[in-house]
């Protein structure tokens, strides 16, 4: 039986083996940590998962949140899961331990969080809500503000939020309404009305503390006149207790198609005229500051993505093993059933979700190690560079796992056939709380006009150039491996047509044509995240390879060869569909701009 | 505002342009038919939709179905919506008048139903679904049978069902153990589980009549050794009346993901030992039979996705025209908000909606044409031909339009934002009750398998060779047709590749490495569907061109405009990804069938 949530072989394969994480710990800022200690967290993560988090995932689902007079319930299995969450302080793994984290390097704390996230999303998502929040005090905050909120909202002591979206302001955030008047005690007052606000308000702890997005009295319009609040649930004294109950307020809840343990909240703020804000950083700063919790939303949302798409996997490639259904297509009428695994149809959609899995994890774990070279960099060089790779990589975490996650997703429940459509099966609840990562925090859409119009071209196309030499470098070595050989120049072709489509795309965007080139952005977005798959499928083939050749044994060989068959797979299956859509693309088709509104239907 | 349901406009296009539906008014067996009544009939249709359907469509998703002691409720806002429908016979539109039907052309029948079914799938189907128990018995019944059966089914005052697939019997069907024993009495003494029902009971009817799979007992093992058996709920009498209440009972619902309106049965048959059954046909026919009334369904169930699509498309134009949200990205920051069909992205996304929703509606009709062409046809030759392109087309209709019609309400999810996700608009249904499309009646890898390994090679690939030669006669005219002279050639070459990837994989799967061809049967499906797409958008095109080149005005002159420019969008934008896919297929990866079983996961 394939393992439940992920696979725990890959995990260690990607952090130890394709991204040697344990030459981490020789750096001063991990050197508490040595490879042991990280496969205690990992593994401790993953006992918690499965005795705690995904037990009750569909429960929550079933159950799923209430709204009675402000007061928010989460489902009450929640409510175990939560306290015992926070004890074993899985809220900020790669925080200083000082602020309430484990001072973990960043992908090692996303292979601990695939379990949790994995095993619970809607559950885990609250205690991991204030991180964001508490970052952005960290990194704008005054003395004071750091000292009362980070270490609470990083340790989950308080939730934090995440208060953007506005009826007539969605994508477009610059329309928003909500308005904020400065008070004689330098606070400020707050009113508006902001929705879809994920865990606005629930019943798991003390206090919450909303940044909210509002516009000062007078300020410009647009992004540019858009400031920063904190509104805390209750007021927060100088002394850190606790003091009134603020006026905001949830005044409704959204019935949605998944994620029904994730309460999406409507807040109502200063209904009473009584709403009481602290500004973080400057006026009119808001968006600035605001994007630093953004990118790490971001990075949050294509993760969960993938990690439905790592459960669906796991639990389609065991239901394979183990259901028994026809008989092998080369046997006789008379022998007996097999499990489906042996039919080609069925082997066909496992091994495209598990290039798709393996490749979204190396790609996700790749980018946190990016995060961490930033920090650890020692010269601004090479700071620029790895920064550069993290923003030019951040739209394609978020849409791509968004997209592909969902259709792992959808090609579990076909695997699963008619039990797959049913609730007494986990995977219809995955692909329903898979599809909203295309939606929040920017859908597909927007990720891929932030890929088009600022990151290929933010710095004279030199992280697209990086990044394509790294593809590069790696195809030419896998020329040199037997097995690798034959399918490598798919990758060189497809990461080349990649240059020079991005090379088109870049020129349409500076002319009057500009549409054009956005309305082939998100096709260029997923060709990107398909080239990025081939790459990472493609270094891990060519590391395994390596294990091979020195003599690999026993499991060990089994997982190897399986990762050299799987880039095989990939490169042979899936790159020639995207140098079709590379073509597409490149043909530059003008139709969709040009259609008469009118000719789109009466 | 556009259109709910369907663009009334397009149907006409397709009925009276594309195919030239009156013609057929000059046949003996349409003559009490013209261009009036049949527009009476969809106009009827609409207004019954609009009126009593698509208003209690999300009602009978929120209510479902209920089970107690047996009794199945449906939603109890169907029964106002059966009862009229029955009263306006639209169960059996292109049935003989004198069997409860209406005598209509197929094609101008799934005209009308586009609003029926497309309003509320779930309500209507419980009275559409005794269409297919009534044919069989038409088709094999004895004339005693068809007295007391037939009219019945027609006109849903019994319903009827379709009772295949057990626990250990799913897509293999072969493997079912429900057992018959013949009686003195002639009857046959029932026993066995079925699951996955639908409509298997409820409280809408007098009478279901269920067909029913089974071995006699002593009859061979798999499919050769099935036998067919109607059940009736109530025993028929000779006179008609109903008798005894059988031995067939709904032990267990399904909770599924979507079409919660519709009953997914367990029906245990026998558990008292008093199941009786009568048998259709003969003995071991049962396969033969069945196959009847499932080319039916599955040609159903690929209309029922196609409505969702259609439905989601028409929502997405609706909102996309409506709702304001940023600037148009060639005007000034100061500019005033645009409704968001202005912005690239969203237009590609409704763009690629639009062309395969219509798409899929000329290929829908024009193989609903193809079942009158074969009725009709005055010679073998022009019989088979017919019937080999229905053959040909079925398992694409039911796969094809299933996944496709899946990714448009996807797509019109993206369109919404935050608000598709959300249960107080339609398109989060649409998308739960597309899902089993590409589930029930055989999966997508069903389908393909079918395609593969049955149609494209039964004649000597001579129905696809009728069929790429329409598509290339289409091209050709395209070419000389201003507009689409640029365009015509990716449809030339598209047509041109998948008849040599079909002699591909027609070699492989009579060689030893068959397994090899299946394992890329369903890209297949997919490349073979995107090409019927760009000859039905084309031949669409042809006929728009005509048109406008006779000086088409006003609305018209828009419609028909819009028509060019699908077309030119699918070729230059969709077929360069097919061409894409087509390489992948014809580079014939054996990486799937070569992976061993352990190398997918520890």
Avoid at 367 to 375: D, N
Wanted: glycine share 10%; aromatic share 8%.
């Amino acid at each position: 039986m394939a393992q439940l949530i992920a696979d725990r072989r890959d995990i260690d394969f990607v952090l130890f083996e394709q991204l040697d994480s344990e030459a981490l710990t020789k750096e001063e800022k991990y050197k508490e940590f040595n490879r042991k200690t990280f496969d205690l967290i990992i593994n401790e993560a993953r006992n918690f998962a499965l005795k705690e988090l995904l037990p009750i995932n569909a429960e929550g689902d079933r159950i799923g949140v209430t709204l009675e007079d402000g007061v928010v319930k989460v489902p009450p299995c929640y409510h175990r899961a939560h306290k015992l969450y926070l004890e074993g302080e899985w809220t900020s793994l790669s925080e200083p331990v000082e602020l309430g984290g484990q001072g973990l390097p960043p992908n090692v704390a996303r292979a601990a969080s695939e379990y949790l996230v994995g095993g619970n999303y809607c559950c885990v998502n609250y205690a991991n809500f204030g991180h964001g929040t508490g970052k952005m005090v960290q990194l704008f905050g005054t003395p004071e503000q750091k000292k009362l909120f980070v270490k609470n909202l990083y340790t989950a002591k308080w939730a934090g939020g995440m208060l953007l979206t506005e009826p007539e302001a969605g994508s477009d955030v610059g329309a928003l309404t909500t308005e904020a008047v400065k008070n004689d005690d330098g606070t400020y007052a707050i009113s508006g009305t902001k929705i879809f606000i994920t865990n606005g308000e629930h019943d798991l702890c003390d206090n919450i503390i909303s940044p909210v997005l509002a516009r000062v009295k007078g300020a410009p319009e647009g992004t540019k006149g858009i400031s920063i609040f904190l509104v805390p649930k209750y007021w927060v004294n100088p002394d850190g207790s606790l003091g009134d109950r603020n006026d905001i307020v949830c005044t409704g809840i959204e019935e949605k198609m998944g994620i029904h343990g994730s309460a999406t909240c409507t807040m109502t703020l200063g209904g009473k005229g009584q709403c009481r804000g602290i500004l973080l950083g400057q006026e009119n700063q808001g968006m600035k500051i605001m994007f630093h919790m953004m990118n790490e939303a971001r990075l949050g949302v294509g993760f969960q993505a993938f990690t439905h798409a790592s459960v669906s996997y796991n639990y389609a490639l065991n239901y394979a093993r183990e259901r028994m259904q026809g008989k092998d297509l080369t046997a006789g009428k008379d022998s007996p059933s097999v499990p489906i695994i042996r039919h080609p149809d069925v082997r066909r959609m496992l091994l495209w979700m598990k290039a798709h899995v393996d490749g979204m994890r190396s790609f996700i774990y790749y980018t946190e190690t990016l995060i961490a070279k930033v920090a650890l960099a020692k010269t601004d060089e090479e700071r620029l560079r790895y920064q550069g790779l993290l923003d030019l990589f951040t739209p394609l975490i978020k849409a791509y796992c968004a997209q592909r996650g969902f259709t792992v997703c959808v090609q579990a429940m076909q695997v699963y056939g008619g039990y797959g459509y049913c609730k007494e099966y986990p995977i219809e609840q995955q692909l329903r709380d898979c599809k909203i990562a295309s939606i929040y925090e920017g859908t597909d859409g927007i990720q891929a006009m932030d890929l088009l119009a600022r990151k290929i071209v933010m710095d004279g196309g030199k992280s697209l150039g990086n990044f394509l030499q790294m593809v590069q470098d790696t195809a030419a070595k896998a020329k040199t491996v037997e097995a690798l050989a034959a399918c490598a120049p798919n990758l060189e072709k497809a990461a080349q047509r990649l240059g020079q489509v991005a090379d088109g795309l870049g020129k349409t965007i500076m002319s009057p044509d500009l549409k054009k080139a956005f309305a082939h952005a998100f096709p260029y977005l997923e060709s990107m995240g398909d080239v990025i798959m081939g790459w990472m499928l493609m270094w891990r083939a060519n590391v395994a390879s390596e294990k091979l050749a020195k003599g690999a044994k026993g499991k060990d060989e089994v997982f190897y060869r399986g990762q050299v068959k799987t880039a095989e797979f990939f490169m042979q299956t899936v790159l020639p569909c995207t140098l079709g859509q590379m073509e597409s693309i490149a043909a530059m088709s003008n139709a969709a701009v040009e259609m008469d509104e009118a000719c789109f239907g009466s």
